[in-house]
């Protein structure tokens, strides 16, 4: 049989290779203008994946129906949901209770950049900095109470969606043998990342909030919480939750620079400590990505789904991975995903 041509093959390369980019672009548009038909039924499809292990371990050890397992599954799901919304919904109550404090904050913060800053050197005056900046604990306040209002109402006018879809998709994945195949193989390996990432944020979430309530830093139980929400997504989550309780340590009058500080490095060496400590001895390399794949799946998702499409982008590029590596013309993306750069030749 005569053999292709060096040029041929090239040019057959060429080919797949637009192609494949073509399709990327096609397929990253629909999923961005379709995002409030696909986000649904995404979310629903890990959240079921991710509430299968606790509906199979009360059919195993507790002999329940399936039915009965899904219920009491979905249930406690709702029960912590409702929960989040407390804490986060009471946070915000307290900071509008405390914006005269902060406001207090904010004028000795004013009052010390003053004193040390060369302002007269620029040409500016006290008075043109403080009249633009009093303001700011009441707009962060004001603005704070309708973001939050306006996320809560979005998320429960896709509630209602998200919860129906992962009745469904909850009573096929419970119970039942593992499959064969590509979509066996992917669903394995998501199940056991999300049960592990799980565990690894509620210990991460629980720390961090213990560590700030000790310290004495006002919505210690938001920051754990939003500690464990953030670890979900790589190096950025641990960076910001680390971060966010900046503007209330530096507004609060009755913390210390030593409480401050200790806020910020304890939060942060707990994040460092699970995340490349712990995580990697509980999780190893589950989903077999390289850490860069990860970071650039971060700001692709990042861009096409905002929040969500961070939250979601390791396993779904997990999946994407497993999916390259069964095709001959995607196989070396998938090599590239897995970091082995020396196989991913086309």
């Keep these: 049989m005569k053999q292709d041509s060096p040029s041929v093959v090239a040019d057959l390369q060429i080919q797949t290779t637009c192609q494949l980019l073509i399709a990327a672009v096609v397929v990253g548009g629909a999923l961005y203008w379709l995002?409030?038909?696909?986000?649904?039924?995404?979310?629903?499809a890990f959240l079921a994946l991710g509430l299968a292990p606790i509906t199979d371990l009360m059919m195993r050890w507790m002999r329940l129906p399936k039915a009965l397992a899904v219920f009491i599954t979905l249930v406690l799901a709702a029960g912590l949901c409702v929960l989040g919304f407390t804490i986060v919904s009471s946070a915000v109550t307290q900071l509008a209770a405390s914006a005269g404090e902060y406001q207090k904050g904010m004028n000795q913060l004013l009052d010390w950049a003053t004193k040390v800053l060369p302002l007269e050197r620029f040409g500016i005056t006290e008075a043109e900095i403080r009249k633009p900046l009093a303001k700011i604990p009441l707009e962060t306040v004001s603005g704070m109470l309708v973001g939050t209002t306006t996320a809560i109402l979005?998320?429960?006018?896709?509630?209602?969606?998200?919860?129906?879809?992962?009745i469904f998709l909850l009573i096929g994945?419970?119970?039942?043998?593992?499959?064969?195949?590509?979509?066996?193989?992917?669903?394995?390996?998501?199940?056991?990342?999300?049960v592990a990432k799980v565990i690894?944020?509620?210990?991460?979430?629980?720390?961090?909030?213990?560590?700030?309530?000790l310290l004495g830093v006002e919505l210690a139980l938001v920051f754990g919480l939003f500690a464990?929400?953030?670890?979900?997504?790589p190096t950025v989550g641990s960076v910001i939750s680390t971060l966010l309780p900046l503007p209330i340590?530096?507004?609060?009058?009755?913390?210390?620079?030593?409480?401050?500080?200790?806020?910020?490095?304890?939060?942060?060496?707990?994040?460092f400590g699970i995340g490349n400590v712990v995580e990697p001895l509980v999780m190893g390399d589950s989903l077999e990505l390289h850490p860069v794949a990860i970071l650039v799946a971060l700001m692709v998702w990042g861009v096409l789904w905002g929040v969500v499409g961070m939250l979601l982008a390791t396993p779904i590029t997990a999946v994407m991975r497993i999916l390259f590596g069964r095709m001959t013309q995607t196989r070396?993306?998938?090599q590239l995903l897995s970091g082995n750069f020396a196989d991913a030749k086309p």
């Design 35 to 44: 995002q409030s038909v696909v986000i649904p039924f995404v979310l629903a």
């Design 228 to 233: 464990f929400l953030l670890n979900f997504i």
């Design 200 to 213: 690894v944020s509620a210990i991460t979430g629980l720390l961090v909030g213990a560590c700030l309530n």
């Design 249 to 271: 340590l530096l507004l609060n009058p009755e913390i210390g620079l030593g409480t401050g500080l200790a806020a910020i490095l304890i939060p942060g060496t707990i994040h």
């Design 154 to 166: 979005d998320l429960l006018s896709q509630a209602l969606l998200v919860s129906v879809f992962s």
């Design 332 to 334: 070396p993306l998938a």
């Design 173 to 194: 994945f419970s119970g039942r043998q593992a499959r064969a195949g590509v979509w066996g193989q992917a669903e394995q390996q998501v199940k056991s990342f999300l």
